[in-house]
């Protein structure tokens, strides 16, 4: 099948984000996935990219959304509704990575294909590490700006229930790409790990697991209001994500844990945090879990360390 997303290069990569890394890369000694970060611009894509390739073959558009209705009332033509609630067990957790096989399947995506993802701001990064965990997070991408920044520029909408699709076939193949509460507990204070708080401020303060860093998930985008609203908004160019990760404690060499309240505002930055090369893990439990659990707490501005 012909590649229909725009591939990394990488020494142009590097001429952009090479001198953020110079040195330290070069002090670890770490696994070279982690020491040696290389970007993965590729998983976000342009509404003109998504315009100029919506017909393509094997390419698969998923609208992300809780209400049956507002997909009804307009989505980007073509598009597959997927009910990101269908895609939690328990507690709004993650399933198991073959409990998931069916619903992929449901939405007729196999292993051939390649996904867009666009939808409610507070859920569409759910779905990403959704198909990240079953092994299909190099194959998919998500909208930048979304349906609200492809219905600003004009573009077509339809309306309407979505189209009839047929069952594809997916072979899963698991990936690690969650922290559970044990894992995460064994390793609190190593250089090893950045564990990163995406809550506001005002939920970090509260209470925070210790060694955490804050960084607001809403500061990654340009127009933060907007984009929590579901209106128009574009993420933070590369460098400014970039900037934003590196004051919270993401470094060359270092495994970046992103977490939250139950894990919604944490999936979507696990899917920058990887755009930016790192080589993440999504604690799903996030601090509902944690705090649960009888787990060490630190509160105020500062990130605390392990007792």
């Not at 330290?24 to 976000?44: I, K, M, R, W």
């Not at 594809?168 to 559970?180: C, I, L, R, S, W």
């Not at 993401?250 to 977490?259: D, I, S, T």
Request: proline residues 8%; glycine residues 10%; aromatic residues 8%.
């Amino acid at each position: 099948m012909k590649e229909i997303f725009p591939r990394a290069c990488v020494p142009v990569v590097l001429l952009l984000v090479g001198s953020a890394f110079r040195g330290s890369a070069v002090a670890q000694c770490g696994p070279p996935a982690l020491d040696h970060p290389t970007p993965h611009p590729e998983l976000t894509v342009s509404t003109p990219w998504l315009a100029a390739h919506l017909r393509d073959s094997g390419l698969v558009i998923v609208h992300v959304e809780s209400d049956s209705a507002a997909f009804r009332a307009g989505h980007i033509p073509g598009a597959r509704r997927a009910d990101p609630m269908a895609f939690t067990v328990g507690d709004h957790d993650l399933p198991a990575p073959d409990a998931l096989r069916s619903l992929v399947e449901e939405l007729g995506i196999g292993n051939a294909n390649r996904v867009v993802l666009y939808g409610e701001t507070w859920h569409v990064g759910w779905l990403y590490v959704v198909l990240d965990r079953v092994g299909h997070g190099a194959r998919t991408t998500l909208l930048d700006g979304g349906l609200p920044q492809w219905r600003a520029e004009g573009r077509p909408v339809e309306a309407g229930p979505p189209p009839a699709v047929a069952r594809a076939t997916f072979a899963v193949k698991p990936q690690e790409v969650v922290a559970t509460t044990e894992w995460l507990r064994a390793r609190l204070g190593s250089r090893r790990v950045a564990v990163i708080d995406v809550r506001s401020q005002e939920e970090y303060v509260a209470g925070h697991i210790p060694t955490a860093r804050h960084l607001d998930w809403s500061r990654t985008f340009t127009r933060p209001d907007s984009a929590l609203n579901d209106q128009a908004s574009l993420f933070q160019s590369a460098s400014r994500l970039e900037s934003l990760f590196r004051a919270a404690g993401a470094a060359p060499g270092k495994e970046v844990v992103v977490y939250c309240t139950i894990g919604l505002r944490a999936s979507l930055m696990y899917l920058i945090a990887k755009r930016l090369g790192y080589e993440p893990r999504f604690y799903d439990g996030s601090w509902s879990a944690w705090s649960g659990a009888g787990q060490p707490v630190a509160t105020g501005t500062e990130p605390g360390s392990v007792r």
